[in-house]
């Protein structure tokens, strides 16, 4: 198993610009996650989904959108960039509700 | 809103010390508890974690955890660390309804001198 893949690695984008940020998982999760990491504040969750067609706001949501039509996909997103979206981006899957999430290598993207 | 805080934001060790890293959350109900660690350069990975049962939980790399429920503390232990343990370190609660309240910790970095 590949476990949480993400894609690209890097990123750098002007002020405007959109992206999306893939995330597959192949352990057939049904739940999954998008968080940012930034210095001194931990993971913030932006948006989750507990399953295919199903999603929802996190945290931090705004300037962000997702959709889920496959159990494995999970992308996200930057609808505008600003410079305050750079950050790295993780996505996690879990098995359950309160189960363990298994996370993908991040994106660390930089809005000039 | 439940919320997750460590006591630490850098902690430096020298190798074969102890070490104690705090983590309080607040949330008065049940919770599942986690610590998960950041290698340089790496992703997240799950060190132990918490459901139910015996409080004192033994993860990977000699790695344990005490859950004081009267404390609201799961504070992460290592009686002797090794310079591989430099990483972040991270306490995250869930108490239930996935998302809505899988909450973090702002992390604690560690590094340990050879």
Request: with cysteine; glycine share 10%; net charge neutral.
């Amino acid at each position: 198993n590949a476990g949480v893949t993400q894609t690209p690695k890097f990123q750098v984008l002007k002020t405007g610009q959109s992206m999306t940020l893939q995330c597959a998982q192949d352990m057939n999760h049904e739940y999954m996650s998008w968080y940012r990491q930034d210095p001194g504040m931990g993971l913030r969750l932006i948006h989750y989904s507990v399953g295919a067609g199903i999603t929802d706001q996190g945290e931090v949501p705004n300037g962000y959108n997702v959709s889920r039509s496959t159990t494995e996909d999970f992308p996200l997103r930057l609808l505008s960039a600003a410079p305050s979206q750079t950050s790295v981006y993780f996505c996690a899957s879990s098995p359950g509700q309160v189960d363990t999430q298994y996370f993908g290598p991040g994106t660390r993207l930089t809005v000039l | 809103a439940q919320s997750v805080s460590q006591h630490n934001h850098h902690v430096i060790l020298s190798e074969a010390a102890s070490l104690e890293l705090g983590c309080n959350y607040s949330y008065g109900g049940t919770v599942n508890l986690f610590w998960y660690v950041q290698y340089p350069g790496q992703h997240l990975q799950l060190l132990l974690k918490y459901f139910s049962g015996d409080p004192l939980v033994k993860g990977i790399k000699g790695f344990e955890a005490e859950f004081i429920k009267s404390k609201f503390s799961f504070n992460l232990r290592k009686p002797s660390v090794q310079w591989s343990d430099t990483a972040e370190y991270f306490c995250a609660v869930n108490a239930g309804n996935y998302g809505q309240n899988f909450v973090f910790g702002p992390g604690t970095r560690l590094s340990v001198l050879p």
